[in-house]
Nanobody
Framework: VQLQASGGGLVQAGGSLRLSCAAS????????MAWFRQAPGKEREFVGS???????SYVDSVKGRFTISRDNAKNTIYLQMSSLKPEDTAVYYC??????????????????????WGQGTQVTVSS
């Protein structure tokens, strides 16, 4: 299984960026997908998830600004980021899971839920 994240870069505050994560080696439509991020000197944190059925969860700090979508025909998940802030600067990782303990935010936001991880893509937001 491979998850290949791309689309990171340098953007000014208030700008937009779209990340992509291409999956291979798995039945993509059966997997739930998520994005995490890790800022310098901080622990990795949950950004949002999109279940195989389409429902989503987001961390409060990105609600209304970030949107996760998926294209099962292309085995790809996207993270559309808008109104970016300097505090969004981080390495962004995509992740995939097959099963979850419970249909709860705690489960979807927990790293141990996820079976596979991508390599990360750097997003830098300048002020």
């Amino acid at each position: 299984v491979q998850l290949q994240a791309s689309g990171g870069g340098l953007v000014q505050a208030g700008g937009s960026l779209r990340l992509s994560c291409a999956a291979s080696g798995l039945t993509f439509s059966s997997y739930g997908m998520a994005w995490f991020r890790q800022a310098p000197g901080k622990e990795r944190e949950f950004v949002g998830s999109r279940r195989s059925g389409g429902s989503t969860s987001y961390v409060d700090s990105v609600k209304g600004r970030f949107t996760i979508s998926r294209d099962n025909a292309k085995n790809t998940i996207y993270l559309q980021m808008s109104s970016l802030k300097p505090e969004d600067t981080a390495v962004y990782y995509c992740a995939a899971y097959t099963t979850v303990d419970s249909n709860s935010y705690n489960s979807y936001s927990r790293e141990s839920t996820y079976d596979y991880w991508g390599q990360g893509t750097q997003v830098t937001v300048s002020s």
